[in-house]
C-alpha cells in the first residue's frame, strides 16, 4: 500500500497551510485525501510529492489555478526550468550573510527559506547545494575556518529546531543514526534525520563519533530495521570500508546498513552488505521501497 500522511505532516512537508489544502480540496478537487480509522484526512504519497512541486512553482510566480491541474512530468519540467536562477540568487544571499558575518541575519533568512519550501524541499535544494557552495567558497580562500563554522553552527541549529516541531509519528522503519569516530560533521546526519522524520520513519540519533562496536550494541538494543551513517568528504575510503565490513560482521543480516555523504559518491567499489546512498533523494526512494517490501510492519 502506498505511503499516507497526515494533514499537519504535509503542512510541515510542504509549507503549504492546513486550510489552503482544504481550499484547494473543494475549489480544484486536489488534493483528494484518504480518510484513516478516525477520519481524518490522511494524504497519498504521489500526492504529497505533487504538493511539494506545486508549492516550489507557486513560490517562483505561478498561480495555483493553473498548474494544480498538470501531472508530475509536466509539473516536474516546470520546476526545472524556473528553478535554477532563483535558487541561485537565494544561494548568493545566504553567501553574503556568512561573509557579512551576520549570523542572527543568516538565521532568519534559512529559516524563512525553511518555511517557504518545508522541511523536504528545503534539505533537498538549499541545504545540499548550500554545503557545496560553502565548501567550494572555502576552497578557493573566499571563506576563513570560522565562516564556514558560522554557517554550520546556523545550520545546524536551524534544522534542529525544525526536528524539534516535528510530531514524530514512530512508524517503520527504525532507523539509528550515527558517525564513525573521527567524523566529526553533523550536518549531513541532522540533514538526513530531517528528511526520515518528514517521512514518518522512528530515529533514533547516537550524534557523531560512535565506535563501532557501540553502533551494533545500539542497534540491537533499539531493534532498529536501519543503521543509516554518514560521512564527509574528509572520511578516509579505506577506514570508511574497513568499518562498515567490521560493522556488517556484528550486525544480523535483516539489519540493514545505508551509508550516506559526499565521501560515498565518490566512491568507486560496493561494500557487501551495505547499501550506499549517494543522495538523500534516494535515502527517500529507500525509505518507500522498504515499506513496500515490509507492509505487514
Not at 14 to 37: H, Q, V
Amino acid at each position: 500500500m502506498e505511503s499516507t500522511f497526515s494533514i499537519s505532516a504535509v503542512e510541515r512537508d510542504t509549507g503549504l497551510s492546513k486550510d489552503t489544502l482544504r481550499m484547494w480540496e473543494r475549489r480544484y478537487r486536489f488534493p483528494i485525501p484518504l480518510r484513516d480509522a478516525n477520519g481524518e484526512r490522511v494524504y497519498p504519497a504521489s500526492q504529497v510529492e505533487k504538493l511539494r512541486l506545486i508549492k516550489r512553482l507557486m513560490d517562483r510566480g505561478h498561480r495555483p489555478g493553473r498548474i494544480i491541474t498538470l501531472n508530475l512530468e509536466a509539473l516536474g519540467a516546470l520546476a526545472n526550468e524556473s528553478t535554477g536562477r532563483a535558487e541561485r540568487r537565494e544561494l548568493e544571499i545566504f553567501l553574503k550573510l556568512v561573509k557579512a558575518h551576520d549570523s542572527t541575519e543568516l538565521r532568519r533568512y534559512l529559516s524563512q527559506a525553511l518555511m517557504r519550501h518545508g522541511v523536504h524541499r528545503f534539505v533537498v535544494d538549499i541545504v545540499a547545494p548550500l554545503n557545496i557552495a560553502i565548501g567550494d567558497a572555502w576552497m578557493r580562500g573566499e571563506l576563513a575556518v570560522f565562516e564556514e563554522h558560522l554557517y554550520t553552527e546556523q545550520m545546524n541549529s536551524v534544522l534542529r529546531h525544525a526536528l524539534s516541531v516535528i510530531q514524530p509519528q514512530g512508524r517503520a522503519p527504525r532507523v539509528l543514526l550515527t558517525t564513525f569516530p573521527n567524523e566529526m560533521h553533523a550536518l549531513g546526519l541532522l540533514m538526513a534525520e530531517s528528511l526520515l522524520a518528514v517521512e514518518g520513519a522512528c530515529c533514533v540519533s547516537l550524534g557523531i563519533e560512535t565506535p563501532v562496536a557501540e553502533i551494533a550494541r545500539a542497534g540491537l538494543a533499539h531493534r532498529v530495521h536501519i543503521v543509516a551513517l554518514s560521512f564527509s568528504s574528509s572520511s578516509s575510503d579505506k577506514l570508511l570500508a574497513a568499518g562498515l565490513t567490521q560493522l556488517r560482521a556484528q550486525l544480523p543480516a535483516e539489519v540493514l546498513i545505508w551509508a550516506g555523504g559526499t565521501a560515498v559518491e565518490r566512491a568507486r567499489k560496493s561494500i557487501p552488505g551495505v547499501e550506499l546512498v549517494p543522495t538523500l533523494e534516494r535515502m527517500v526512494e529507500l525509505v518507500k521501497q522498504w515499506r513496500t517490501l515490509h507492509a505487514s510492519i
